[in-house]
Protein backbone atom coordinates (compact mmCIF):
# COMPACT_ATOMS: atom_id res chain seq x y z
CA UNK A 1 0.00 0.00 0.00
CA UNK A 2 1.45 3.38 -1.15
CA UNK A 3 1.28 6.23 1.38
CA UNK A 4 -1.86 8.10 -1.17
CA UNK A 5 -4.23 5.04 -0.94
CA UNK A 6 -3.36 5.44 2.58
CA UNK A 7 -4.58 8.50 2.68
CA UNK A 8 -7.31 7.70 1.47
CA UNK A 9 -8.35 4.64 3.47
CA UNK A 10 -7.44 7.47 6.75
CA UNK A 11 -10.45 9.60 5.60
CA UNK A 12 -12.69 6.50 4.27
CA UNK A 13 -11.99 5.63 8.40
CA UNK A 14 -12.39 8.42 10.17
CA UNK A 15 -15.17 8.43 12.24
CA UNK A 16 -15.32 12.27 13.24
CA UNK A 17 -14.75 13.71 9.63
CA UNK A 18 -18.21 15.05 10.00
CA UNK A 19 -17.59 17.31 13.32
CA UNK A 20 -16.53 20.49 12.77
CA UNK A 21 -12.92 21.59 11.20
CA UNK A 22 -10.79 22.57 14.78
CA UNK A 23 -12.37 19.84 16.65
CA UNK A 24 -11.19 17.48 13.89
CA UNK A 25 -7.60 18.47 14.63
CA UNK A 26 -8.07 18.41 18.30
CA UNK A 27 -9.14 14.75 18.22
CA UNK A 28 -6.64 13.54 15.73
CA UNK A 29 -3.41 15.88 17.66
CA UNK A 30 -4.76 14.21 21.05
CA UNK A 31 -4.75 10.72 19.76
CA UNK A 32 -1.91 10.76 18.13
CA UNK A 33 -0.06 12.09 21.01
CA UNK A 34 -2.12 9.78 23.21
CA UNK A 35 -0.90 6.94 21.15
CA UNK A 36 2.89 7.96 21.46
CA UNK A 37 2.18 7.44 25.47
CA UNK A 38 1.07 3.70 24.83
CA UNK A 39 3.64 2.96 22.41
CA UNK A 40 6.25 3.85 25.11
CA UNK A 41 4.52 1.94 28.17
CA UNK A 42 4.56 -0.84 25.46
CA UNK A 43 8.25 -0.51 24.73
CA UNK A 44 8.93 -0.13 28.91
CA UNK A 45 7.09 -3.96 29.18
CA UNK A 46 9.26 -5.57 26.46
CA UNK A 47 12.49 -3.74 28.05
CA UNK A 48 11.56 -5.51 31.68
CA UNK A 49 10.14 -8.35 29.93
CA UNK A 50 13.17 -9.10 27.74
CA UNK A 51 16.25 -7.20 29.44
CA UNK A 52 18.81 -9.47 27.95
CA UNK A 53 17.51 -9.52 24.63
CA UNK A 54 18.72 -7.40 21.97
CA UNK A 55 16.53 -8.07 19.39
CA UNK A 56 12.86 -7.00 20.07
CA UNK A 57 9.96 -8.23 17.99
CA UNK A 58 6.43 -7.44 19.31
CA UNK A 59 3.04 -7.31 18.42
CA UNK A 60 2.15 -4.77 20.51
CA UNK A 61 4.41 -2.57 19.46
CA UNK A 62 3.85 -3.09 15.35
CA UNK A 63 0.12 -2.43 16.91
CA UNK A 64 0.85 1.12 18.35
CA UNK A 65 3.04 1.85 15.82
CA UNK A 66 0.50 1.87 13.06
CA UNK A 67 -1.84 3.51 15.10
CA UNK A 68 0.39 6.56 15.48
CA UNK A 69 1.09 6.73 11.56
CA UNK A 70 -2.89 6.38 11.29
CA UNK A 71 -3.09 9.47 13.19
CA UNK A 72 -0.19 11.43 12.44
CA UNK A 73 -1.99 11.19 8.51
CA UNK A 74 -5.37 11.81 10.06
CA UNK A 75 -3.91 15.39 11.45
CA UNK A 76 -1.57 15.93 8.23
CA UNK A 77 -4.40 15.51 6.02
CA UNK A 78 -6.57 18.43 8.32
CA UNK A 79 -3.41 20.82 8.83
CA UNK A 80 -2.57 20.78 5.17
CA UNK A 81 -5.78 20.32 3.67
CA UNK A 82 -4.18 17.91 1.47
CA UNK A 83 -2.84 14.58 1.30
CA UNK A 84 0.91 15.63 2.27
CA UNK A 85 3.59 13.33 1.39
CA UNK A 86 5.13 13.25 4.80
CA UNK A 87 8.17 10.26 3.31
CA UNK A 88 8.86 12.37 0.22
CA UNK A 89 9.08 15.55 2.92
CA UNK A 90 11.53 14.17 5.51
CA UNK A 91 13.71 12.47 2.70
CA UNK A 92 14.52 15.86 2.05
CA UNK A 93 14.24 17.54 5.46
CA UNK A 94 17.44 14.52 5.99
CA UNK A 95 19.27 15.36 3.39
CA UNK A 96 19.25 19.24 3.83
CA UNK A 97 20.11 18.79 7.62
CA UNK A 98 23.07 16.40 6.41
CA UNK A 99 24.19 18.36 3.16
CA UNK A 100 24.14 21.86 4.87
CA UNK A 101 27.97 23.67 6.36
CA UNK A 102 25.91 24.39 9.97
CA UNK A 103 27.46 23.23 12.90
CA UNK A 104 25.19 20.67 13.41
CA UNK A 105 25.31 19.56 10.31
CA UNK A 106 29.16 19.20 10.32
CA UNK A 107 28.49 17.03 13.87
CA UNK A 108 26.20 14.92 11.79
CA UNK A 109 28.59 14.39 9.08
CA UNK A 110 31.83 12.98 11.50
CA UNK A 111 29.56 10.88 13.24
CA UNK A 112 27.26 9.39 10.30
CA UNK A 113 29.70 7.33 7.79
CA UNK A 114 26.64 6.27 6.22
CA UNK A 115 26.07 9.85 5.53
CA UNK A 116 27.86 9.22 1.61
CA UNK A 117 25.73 6.54 0.69
CA UNK A 118 22.19 7.80 1.93
CA UNK A 119 22.76 11.17 0.43
CA UNK A 120 23.30 9.28 -2.92
CA UNK A 121 20.39 6.84 -2.14
CA UNK A 122 17.69 9.19 -1.23
CA UNK A 123 18.58 11.44 -4.07
CA UNK A 124 18.15 8.89 -6.47
CA UNK A 125 15.03 7.71 -5.05
CA UNK A 126 13.36 11.53 -4.58
CA UNK A 127 14.16 11.61 -8.41
CA UNK A 128 12.32 8.55 -9.50
CA UNK A 129 8.93 9.61 -7.79
CA UNK A 130 6.57 8.05 -5.17
CA UNK A 131 8.50 6.71 -2.17
CA UNK A 132 7.18 3.57 -0.43
CA UNK A 133 6.95 2.84 3.13
CA UNK A 134 9.69 0.27 2.83
CA UNK A 135 11.76 2.31 0.85
CA UNK A 136 11.48 5.15 3.00
CA UNK A 137 11.94 2.89 6.39
CA UNK A 138 15.76 1.83 4.99
CA UNK A 139 16.81 4.71 4.01
CA UNK A 140 16.10 6.06 6.91
CA UNK A 141 17.46 4.00 8.75
CA UNK A 142 21.10 4.75 7.48
CA UNK A 143 20.89 8.10 9.22
CA UNK A 144 20.20 6.29 12.51
CA UNK A 145 23.40 7.36 14.56
CA UNK A 146 23.40 4.85 17.13
CA UNK A 147 21.96 1.18 17.38
CA UNK A 148 19.97 -1.47 19.25
CA UNK A 149 19.21 -0.80 22.77
CA UNK A 150 20.68 2.67 22.70
CA UNK A 151 18.48 3.45 19.96
CA UNK A 152 15.93 2.32 21.05
CA UNK A 153 15.80 4.55 24.34
CA UNK A 154 16.57 7.49 21.89
CA UNK A 155 13.32 6.91 19.97
CA UNK A 156 11.41 6.75 23.03
CA UNK A 157 13.09 9.51 25.09
CA UNK A 158 12.26 11.58 21.41
CA UNK A 159 9.15 10.62 20.48
CA UNK A 160 7.73 11.34 24.00
CA UNK A 161 9.23 15.11 23.22
CA UNK A 162 7.48 15.09 19.88
CA UNK A 163 4.82 14.54 21.61
CA UNK A 164 4.89 17.35 23.61
CA UNK A 165 5.95 19.47 20.83
CA UNK A 166 2.52 19.00 18.74
CA UNK A 167 0.69 20.00 22.41
CA UNK A 168 2.89 23.09 22.95
CA UNK A 169 0.63 24.38 19.79
CA UNK A 170 -2.74 24.01 22.21
CA UNK A 171 -1.32 26.83 24.56
CA UNK A 172 -2.43 29.89 24.87
CA UNK A 173 0.23 32.71 24.06
CA UNK A 174 0.63 34.01 27.64
CA UNK A 175 1.81 30.43 28.60
CA UNK A 176 3.96 29.82 25.65
CA UNK A 177 5.64 33.36 26.72
CA UNK A 178 6.51 31.58 29.78
CA UNK A 179 7.76 28.07 28.67
CA UNK A 180 10.21 28.66 26.18
CA UNK A 181 11.42 24.91 26.54
CA UNK A 182 10.78 24.15 23.32
CA UNK A 183 10.96 25.60 20.01
CA UNK A 184 7.86 25.88 17.90
CA UNK A 185 8.09 24.51 14.73
CA UNK A 186 5.86 23.11 12.18
CA UNK A 187 3.33 20.50 12.53
CA UNK A 188 4.73 18.87 9.41
CA UNK A 189 8.44 18.94 10.27
CA UNK A 190 7.49 17.38 13.70
CA UNK A 191 4.69 14.39 12.18
CA UNK A 192 8.00 13.88 9.97
CA UNK A 193 10.55 13.18 13.04
CA UNK A 194 7.64 11.08 14.49
CA UNK A 195 7.62 9.04 11.26
CA UNK A 196 11.77 8.80 11.59
CA UNK A 197 11.56 7.11 14.96
CA UNK A 198 8.51 4.92 14.00
CA UNK A 199 10.44 3.68 11.22
CA UNK A 200 13.81 2.89 13.25
CA UNK A 201 11.65 1.18 15.95
CA UNK A 202 10.57 -1.03 13.52
CA UNK A 203 13.39 -1.85 11.91
CA UNK A 204 15.34 -2.41 15.38
CA UNK A 205 12.14 -5.30 15.61
CA UNK A 206 12.91 -6.29 11.79
CA UNK A 207 9.39 -5.36 10.32
CA UNK A 208 8.96 -4.05 7.07
CA UNK A 209 7.13 -0.55 8.02
CA UNK A 210 4.55 -1.58 4.64
CA UNK A 211 3.58 -4.67 6.73
CA UNK A 212 2.80 -2.11 10.01
CA UNK A 213 0.68 -0.04 8.16
CA UNK A 214 -0.79 -3.00 5.97
CA UNK A 215 -1.61 -4.24 9.72
CA UNK A 216 -3.35 -1.31 10.93
CA UNK A 217 -5.52 -1.46 7.80
CA UNK A 218 -6.80 -5.10 8.79
CA UNK A 219 -7.20 -3.58 12.44
CA UNK A 220 -9.24 -0.70 11.60
CA UNK A 221 -11.51 -2.10 8.62
CA UNK A 222 -12.48 -4.98 11.35
CA UNK A 223 -15.44 -2.46 11.70
CA UNK A 224 -16.18 -1.30 8.32
CA UNK A 225 -15.89 -4.69 6.18
CA UNK A 226 -18.88 -6.74 6.08
CA UNK A 227 -19.21 -9.62 4.15
CA UNK A 228 -20.23 -13.39 3.87
CA UNK A 229 -20.77 -14.86 7.05
CA UNK A 230 -18.71 -17.61 8.24
CA UNK A 231 -20.26 -21.32 7.56
CA UNK A 232 -21.70 -22.48 10.27
CA UNK A 233 -19.35 -24.99 12.46
CA UNK A 234 -21.86 -27.89 12.49
CA UNK A 235 -22.88 -27.90 8.59
CA UNK A 236 -21.74 -31.16 8.04
CA UNK A 237 -22.22 -32.70 10.93
CA UNK A 238 -24.75 -35.12 11.72
CA UNK A 239 -28.67 -33.56 11.16
CA UNK A 240 -29.58 -34.71 15.22
CA UNK A 241 -26.46 -33.55 16.04
CA UNK A 242 -26.61 -30.15 14.55
CA UNK A 243 -28.27 -26.54 16.05
CA UNK A 244 -31.67 -26.04 15.28
CA UNK A 245 -31.77 -23.53 12.44
CA UNK A 246 -34.14 -21.49 14.06
CA UNK A 247 -35.43 -21.80 17.77
CA UNK A 248 -36.96 -19.77 20.44
CA UNK A 249 -36.29 -19.68 23.60
CA UNK A 250 -38.06 -18.73 26.63
CA UNK A 251 -36.60 -16.82 29.66
CA UNK A 252 -39.16 -17.08 32.56
CA UNK A 253 -38.29 -15.02 36.07
CA UNK A 254 -39.37 -17.83 38.60
CA UNK A 255 -38.45 -16.38 41.88
CA UNK A 256 -37.04 -13.03 42.97
CA UNK A 257 -33.86 -13.02 41.05
CA UNK A 258 -34.22 -16.53 39.69
CA UNK A 259 -34.04 -17.29 35.95
CA UNK A 260 -34.84 -20.36 33.85
CA UNK A 261 -34.96 -21.10 29.85
CA UNK A 262 -37.32 -23.20 28.14
CA UNK A 263 -37.23 -24.82 24.72
CA UNK A 264 -40.00 -26.56 23.59
CA UNK A 265 -41.78 -26.28 26.80
CA UNK A 266 -39.15 -27.51 28.48
CA UNK A 267 -36.38 -26.41 31.21
CA UNK A 268 -33.17 -26.27 30.28
CA UNK A 269 -29.65 -25.57 32.11
CA UNK A 270 -30.12 -24.94 35.58
CA UNK A 271 -32.15 -21.95 37.24
CA UNK A 272 -29.63 -19.18 37.57
CA UNK A 273 -29.51 -15.97 40.02
CA UNK A 274 -26.76 -13.27 39.38
CA UNK A 275 -24.66 -14.46 42.41
CA UNK A 276 -23.14 -11.42 42.93
CA UNK A 277 -23.98 -8.55 45.46
CA UNK A 278 -25.80 -6.21 43.31
CA UNK A 279 -28.65 -6.56 40.67
CA UNK A 280 -26.34 -6.81 37.66
CA UNK A 281 -29.04 -9.16 35.76
CA UNK A 282 -26.11 -11.84 34.91
CA UNK A 283 -29.09 -14.19 35.43
CA UNK A 284 -30.04 -13.68 32.27
CA UNK A 285 -26.32 -13.97 30.60
CA UNK A 286 -27.44 -17.28 28.66
CA UNK A 287 -28.83 -15.11 25.92
CA UNK A 288 -25.12 -14.53 25.15
CA UNK A 289 -24.83 -18.35 24.50
CA UNK A 290 -27.63 -18.18 22.27
CA UNK A 291 -26.21 -15.13 20.36
CA UNK A 292 -22.97 -16.93 19.84
CA UNK A 293 -24.71 -19.60 18.25
CA UNK A 294 -27.02 -17.23 16.49
CA UNK A 295 -23.67 -15.31 14.98
CA UNK A 296 -21.03 -17.62 15.18
CA UNK A 297 -22.68 -21.02 15.01
CA UNK A 298 -20.61 -21.57 18.17
CA UNK A 299 -21.85 -22.23 21.76
CA UNK A 300 -20.50 -25.74 23.51
CA UNK A 301 -22.51 -24.56 26.37
CA UNK A 302 -25.66 -24.44 24.51
CA UNK A 303 -25.08 -27.55 22.60
CA UNK A 304 -24.86 -28.98 25.94
CA UNK A 305 -28.47 -27.51 26.96
CA UNK A 306 -30.14 -28.74 23.23
CA UNK A 307 -28.42 -32.00 23.38
CA UNK A 308 -27.05 -31.26 20.35
CA UNK A 309 -23.07 -32.58 20.72
CA UNK A 310 -21.56 -34.07 18.27
CA UNK A 311 -21.12 -37.34 19.81
CA UNK A 312 -20.74 -39.59 15.97
CA UNK A 313 -17.69 -36.71 15.44
CA UNK A 314 -15.07 -38.11 18.44
CA UNK A 315 -12.56 -35.81 18.72
CA UNK A 316 -15.08 -32.43 18.00
CA UNK A 317 -17.29 -33.83 20.54
CA UNK A 318 -13.92 -33.79 23.24
CA UNK A 319 -12.28 -30.99 21.80
CA UNK A 320 -15.26 -28.51 20.98
CA UNK A 321 -18.09 -29.37 22.28
CA UNK A 322 -16.56 -31.14 25.43
CA UNK A 323 -16.50 -29.41 29.19
CA UNK A 324 -13.18 -27.59 28.47
CA UNK A 325 -14.88 -26.07 25.35
CA UNK A 326 -17.47 -25.03 27.75
CA UNK A 327 -15.21 -23.72 30.05
CA UNK A 328 -13.71 -21.08 27.58
CA UNK A 329 -17.09 -20.21 26.65
CA UNK A 330 -18.19 -19.76 29.97
CA UNK A 331 -14.92 -17.41 30.76
CA UNK A 332 -15.41 -15.57 26.99
CA UNK A 333 -19.16 -14.48 27.96
CA UNK A 334 -17.76 -13.09 31.68
CA UNK A 335 -15.37 -11.19 30.10
CA UNK A 336 -17.86 -9.24 27.72
CA UNK A 337 -20.02 -8.68 30.57
CA UNK A 338 -17.03 -7.24 32.42
CA UNK A 339 -15.76 -5.15 29.44
CA UNK A 340 -19.46 -4.03 28.96
CA UNK A 341 -19.65 -2.73 32.48
CA UNK A 342 -16.53 -1.26 32.55
CA UNK A 343 -17.09 0.37 29.22
CA UNK A 344 -20.68 1.78 30.81
CA UNK A 345 -18.82 3.20 33.58
CA UNK A 346 -16.20 5.24 31.13
CA UNK A 347 -19.24 7.59 29.79
CA UNK A 348 -20.05 10.63 30.20
CA UNK A 349 -22.83 11.70 33.22
CA UNK A 350 -24.85 12.72 30.52
CA UNK A 351 -25.14 9.28 28.47
CA UNK A 352 -25.77 7.56 31.25
CA UNK A 353 -28.96 6.32 31.33
CA UNK A 354 -31.41 5.66 34.45
CA UNK A 355 -32.17 2.20 36.00
CA UNK A 356 -30.48 -0.99 34.67
CA UNK A 357 -27.51 0.27 32.29
CA UNK A 358 -27.45 -1.16 28.88
CA UNK A 359 -24.03 -2.36 27.97
CA UNK A 360 -22.48 -1.98 24.53
CA UNK A 361 -24.48 0.65 23.12
CA UNK A 362 -22.55 1.36 20.26
CA UNK A 363 -19.44 -0.67 18.14
CA UNK A 364 -17.09 2.33 19.73
CA UNK A 365 -17.55 -0.13 22.81
CA UNK A 366 -15.69 -2.92 21.50
CA UNK A 367 -12.11 -2.23 20.56
CA UNK A 368 -10.25 -4.50 18.47
CA UNK A 369 -7.54 -5.40 21.70
CA UNK A 370 -10.69 -6.52 23.29
CA UNK A 371 -11.55 -8.48 20.64
CA UNK A 372 -7.71 -9.99 20.50
CA UNK A 373 -8.28 -11.03 23.70
CA UNK A 374 -11.67 -12.94 22.95
CA UNK A 375 -9.41 -14.31 19.84
CA UNK A 376 -6.84 -15.66 22.40
CA UNK A 377 -9.88 -17.86 23.92
CA UNK A 378 -10.75 -19.74 21.10
CA UNK A 379 -7.02 -20.12 18.87
CA UNK A 380 -7.84 -23.95 19.15
CA UNK A 381 -11.27 -23.89 18.61
CA UNK A 382 -13.48 -23.51 15.90
CA UNK A 383 -14.16 -19.80 16.78
CA UNK A 384 -11.02 -18.86 15.13
CA UNK A 385 -12.40 -18.91 11.76
CA UNK A 386 -14.97 -16.22 12.03
CA UNK A 387 -14.67 -12.84 11.49
CA UNK A 388 -14.33 -9.61 13.84
CA UNK A 389 -17.28 -8.05 12.66
CA UNK A 390 -18.69 -11.35 13.64
CA UNK A 391 -17.88 -11.05 16.85
CA UNK A 392 -19.02 -7.48 16.77
CA UNK A 393 -22.69 -8.56 15.98
CA UNK A 394 -22.60 -11.23 18.26
CA UNK A 395 -21.92 -8.70 21.33
CA UNK A 396 -23.75 -5.73 20.51
CA UNK A 397 -27.33 -7.55 19.47
CA UNK A 398 -26.45 -9.82 22.14
CA UNK A 399 -26.79 -7.17 24.80
CA UNK A 400 -29.25 -5.56 22.79
CA UNK A 401 -31.40 -8.79 23.86
CA UNK A 402 -29.96 -8.84 27.58
CA UNK A 403 -30.86 -5.13 28.15
CA UNK A 404 -34.47 -5.57 27.03
CA UNK A 405 -34.62 -9.18 29.31
CA UNK A 406 -33.53 -7.26 32.16
CA UNK A 407 -36.00 -4.70 31.73
CA UNK A 408 -39.26 -7.07 30.94
CA UNK A 409 -37.63 -9.85 33.25
CA UNK A 410 -39.24 -12.65 30.27
CA UNK A 411 -40.01 -13.33 26.96
CA UNK A 412 -38.91 -15.14 23.81
CA UNK A 413 -35.60 -15.10 22.32
CA UNK A 414 -35.27 -16.43 18.87
CA UNK A 415 -31.93 -17.24 17.33
CA UNK A 416 -32.11 -17.41 13.10
CA UNK A 417 -28.90 -19.70 11.79
CA UNK A 418 -29.67 -18.97 8.34
CA UNK A 419 -30.09 -14.94 8.63
CA UNK A 420 -27.46 -15.20 11.86
CA UNK A 421 -30.00 -12.70 13.58
CA UNK A 422 -31.21 -12.77 17.48
CA UNK A 423 -34.55 -11.45 17.73
CA UNK A 424 -36.45 -10.98 20.72
CA UNK A 425 -39.94 -10.76 21.52
CA UNK A 426 -41.70 -9.85 25.51
CA UNK A 427 -44.59 -12.11 25.18
CA UNK A 428 -44.15 -15.76 26.26
CA UNK A 429 -46.71 -17.60 24.20
CA UNK A 430 -45.27 -21.05 24.59
CA UNK A 431 -47.12 -23.52 26.62
CA UNK A 432 -44.65 -24.28 29.36
CA UNK A 433 -44.29 -27.65 30.73
CA UNK A 434 -44.57 -28.09 34.70
CA UNK A 435 -46.31 -29.40 37.81
CA UNK A 436 -49.96 -28.11 37.59
CA UNK A 437 -50.28 -26.02 40.91
CA UNK A 438 -53.85 -25.07 40.71
CA UNK A 439 -56.79 -23.65 38.13
CA UNK A 440 -58.97 -20.59 38.03
CA UNK A 441 -62.04 -19.79 35.73
CA UNK A 442 -63.67 -16.49 34.44
CA UNK A 443 -66.83 -16.14 31.97
CA UNK A 444 -67.16 -12.73 30.69
CA UNK A 445 -70.25 -11.44 28.96
CA UNK A 446 -69.66 -8.84 26.54
CA UNK A 447 -73.20 -8.10 24.93
CA UNK A 448 -73.55 -4.90 26.95
CA UNK A 449 -69.90 -4.52 26.84
CA UNK A 450 -68.83 -0.50 28.13
CA UNK A 451 -65.20 0.07 25.93
CA UNK A 452 -64.71 2.99 28.22
CA UNK A 453 -65.35 1.25 31.21
CA UNK A 454 -63.03 -1.97 30.14
CA UNK A 455 -60.00 -0.16 28.88
CA UNK A 456 -59.54 1.16 32.02
CA UNK A 457 -58.55 -2.80 33.16
CA UNK A 458 -55.80 -2.49 30.88
CA UNK A 459 -52.76 -0.90 30.54
CA UNK A 460 -51.31 0.94 28.07
CA UNK A 461 -49.14 -1.35 27.04
CA UNK A 462 -52.22 -3.96 26.19
CA UNK A 463 -54.20 -1.77 24.48
CA UNK A 464 -51.43 -0.92 22.06
CA UNK A 465 -50.77 -4.23 21.75
CA UNK A 466 -54.81 -4.95 20.97
CA UNK A 467 -54.47 -1.94 18.88
CA UNK A 468 -51.19 -3.24 16.80
CA UNK A 469 -53.40 -6.56 16.13
CA UNK A 470 -55.98 -4.06 14.17
CA UNK A 471 -59.21 -2.59 14.94
CA UNK A 472 -60.06 -4.65 18.43
CA UNK A 473 -63.34 -5.85 18.86
CA UNK A 474 -65.12 -6.50 22.32
CA UNK A 475 -64.43 -10.31 22.57
CA UNK A 476 -60.70 -9.75 22.46
CA UNK A 477 -60.94 -6.91 25.49
CA UNK A 478 -63.09 -9.27 27.22
CA UNK A 479 -60.74 -12.22 26.86
CA UNK A 480 -58.59 -10.44 28.27
CA UNK A 481 -60.29 -9.44 31.33
CA UNK A 482 -61.78 -12.91 31.58
CA UNK A 483 -57.83 -14.20 31.65
CA UNK A 484 -56.92 -11.82 34.59
CA UNK A 485 -59.95 -13.08 36.40
CA UNK A 486 -58.83 -16.31 36.08
CA UNK A 487 -55.49 -15.86 37.01
CA UNK A 488 -56.70 -13.83 39.93
CA UNK A 489 -58.74 -16.94 41.10
CA UNK A 490 -55.48 -19.30 40.69
CA UNK A 491 -54.21 -16.77 43.20
CA UNK A 492 -56.81 -17.00 45.72
CA UNK A 493 -57.18 -13.22 44.99
CA UNK A 494 -60.62 -12.09 45.95
CA UNK A 495 -60.68 -8.36 44.61
CA UNK A 496 -61.34 -7.53 41.14
CA UNK A 497 -60.17 -4.36 41.08
CA UNK A 498 -59.39 -2.00 38.55
CA UNK A 499 -55.52 -1.77 40.31
CA UNK A 500 -55.01 -5.96 40.73
CA UNK A 501 -56.50 -5.93 36.81
CA UNK A 502 -53.47 -3.85 35.99
CA UNK A 503 -50.50 -5.83 37.47
CA UNK A 504 -51.77 -8.51 35.26
CA UNK A 505 -51.27 -7.93 31.52
CA UNK A 506 -52.99 -10.15 28.61
CA UNK A 507 -51.09 -10.18 25.32
CA UNK A 508 -53.19 -12.61 22.88
CA UNK A 509 -51.89 -13.50 19.82
CA UNK A 510 -55.03 -13.72 17.10
CA UNK A 511 -53.25 -16.19 14.37
CA UNK A 512 -52.50 -18.57 16.76
CA UNK A 513 -55.37 -18.35 19.38
CA UNK A 514 -52.26 -18.18 22.30
CA UNK A 515 -52.51 -15.47 25.28
CA UNK A 516 -48.84 -13.94 26.81
CA UNK A 517 -49.26 -12.77 30.62
CA UNK A 518 -46.90 -11.32 32.74
CA UNK A 519 -48.01 -10.43 36.57
CA UNK A 520 -46.19 -7.73 38.51
CA UNK A 521 -46.28 -6.10 41.87
CA UNK A 522 -47.64 -7.75 44.92
CA UNK A 523 -49.56 -10.58 42.67
CA UNK A 524 -45.96 -11.77 41.15
CA UNK A 525 -44.97 -11.96 44.85
CA UNK A 526 -47.57 -14.44 45.75
CA UNK A 527 -46.79 -16.33 42.45
CA UNK A 528 -43.56 -16.96 43.50
CA UNK A 529 -44.13 -17.37 47.49
CA UNK A 530 -46.46 -20.20 46.13
CA UNK A 531 -44.04 -21.54 43.10
CA UNK A 532 -45.63 -20.68 40.57
CA UNK A 533 -43.87 -20.02 37.18
CA UNK A 534 -46.04 -18.90 34.54
CA UNK A 535 -49.97 -19.41 33.76
CA UNK A 536 -51.02 -21.60 30.74
CA UNK A 537 -54.36 -19.85 29.57
CA UNK A 538 -57.23 -21.56 27.13
CA UNK A 539 -59.55 -19.06 25.89
CA UNK A 540 -62.79 -19.95 24.17
CA UNK A 541 -65.49 -17.92 23.02
CA UNK A 542 -69.25 -17.66 22.05
CA UNK A 543 -71.85 -15.42 20.87
CA UNK A 544 -72.28 -14.07 23.76
CA UNK A 545 -69.52 -14.39 26.20
CA UNK A 546 -65.65 -15.79 26.73
CA UNK A 547 -64.60 -18.65 29.16
CA UNK A 548 -61.12 -18.61 29.92
CA UNK A 549 -59.43 -21.31 32.02
CA UNK A 550 -56.29 -20.98 33.75
CA UNK A 551 -53.61 -23.23 34.88
CA UNK A 552 -50.94 -22.42 37.62
CA UNK A 553 -47.57 -24.22 36.40
CA UNK A 554 -44.37 -24.37 38.72
CA UNK A 555 -40.82 -23.85 37.76
CA UNK A 556 -37.90 -26.51 38.67
CA UNK A 557 -36.20 -26.04 41.67
CA UNK A 558 -34.63 -23.02 42.17
CA UNK A 559 -30.75 -23.78 42.35
CA UNK A 560 -28.63 -20.95 41.46
CA UNK A 561 -25.60 -21.44 39.26
Not at 182 to 192: N, S
Not at 489 to 503: A, F, I, M, Y
Amino acid sequence: MNLTDYYAFVRKTTRYKDAPKEEQINIALYGLVGEIGSLISTIKKQLITEARSEVWSDDDIFEEIGDIIWYACSLLSLVTNKRYDILRSDLEHLIDEISSDTKKSIRIQTTLTSAPDFLKNATLALKNGTVSFNQYQALAYQTARTKDRTLLTVCASVLTQLGAELLRKKLPELELNINENLVDRETEVIVGEIIWHLAAIASLCRKPLEEIVKGNVSKVSFREDRGKPTQLHDAYSNKGERFPRKMAIVFLTIGKGVSQMYFKGKPIGDPLTDNNREDDGYRFHDVMHIANAAHLGWSPVLRKMLARKRKQEIQTDEVEDGARGQLEEEVIVKLIHSEGKRAARSRPPNQRQEGPERLFVSEEEISFNFLKTLRSYTEYLEPKANKDWEWVSTILEGYDVFHRLRLEEQGTVTADLHSRRLTFNPHVFEQIDGQLITQGAATREFQNYNEGTCLKHLTKREVDHLKGNGRFTPSQVSACLACKTAILECLDVKSRSQKNHQLIEIFPDRLRGQYSSKVSGKLRDKMWQTGIATFRLKVSVSQKRVYCLSAAVSGPAKEGK
